[in-house]
Structure formats: structure tokens, C-alpha cells
């Protein structure tokens, strides 16, 4: 769970190929008593973004490999965690230890 320093200096964006209407479905879902998530849904059915990371799975009609980026303020990838296996994902301290390095390193 972000902490309110963090809840402000990050921004989460989820890029799927589904359907604008089936991600608004998904932020439906994970909105907490009609308050709206902190994530931005972005659509790429086209794959244009997940093609430019290399991200697509040709082996699952199109779905790329789930992944999650922490980038620095100025574009840099910092941390990456690519997964072929759908159902395995990095951990919230995973990620929490990447944005502490990036923080530390901004100081």
C-alpha cells in the first residue's frame, strides 16, 4: 500500500489490450465504495505500446507477458519485472523496495 508521500509522487498505469468498456469494468471492480482507483487504464488493442517493449506473447493470441515498470521522473526505466507465466507477479514489497531505491537515489 502506497503511504500519502508516495500516493503523490507516483502515477500507476495498467496497459492492456481490452476494450476501453471492459477496463472501466475492471476499475469498477477495484474502486473502494465509488471512490475511483489511483490507476489509469489505458487501451492498446493495436498493441503499439506492447509491441514497442517487446512485451507481446505470441504464443497466447496476443495477451503480452505481464510486466510492470517503476520509471524515474525522467523516463528511465529503473526496475522491470517481466513474467511469461500469467499467474506470477511481483509482490507489493517488490515494488515498494524498487520505488525506495529510486527515491534514495533522487536525494
Do not use: C
Not at 1 to 7: I, N, T, V
Not at 53 to 63: E, F, T
Amino acid at each position: 500500500m502506497l503511504d500519502e508521500q508516495r500516493r503523490t509522487s507516483v502515477e500507476l498505469v495498467a496497459v492492456s489490450i481490452d476494450s476501453l468498456n471492459m477496463l472501466q469494468k475492471m476499475e469498477d471492480q477495484i474502486s473502494r465504495d465509488g471512490t475511483p482507483s489511483r490507476i489509469t487504464f489505458l487501451s492498446d488493442p493495436d498493441h503499439r505500446v506492447i509491441d514497442r517493449y517487446g512485451l507481446l506473447n505470441p504464443n497466447n493470441r496476443g495477451w503480452p507477458h505481464p510486466t510492470t515498470y517503476v520509471i524515474d521522473r525522467g523516463g528511465v526505466v529503473r526496475w522491470k519485472f517481466t513474467e511469461i507465466n500469467y499467474k506470477v507477479r511481483p509482490t507489493n514489497a517488490m515494488i515498494l523496495e524498487a520505488l525506495g531505491k529510486v527515491e534514495a537515489a533522487r536525494k
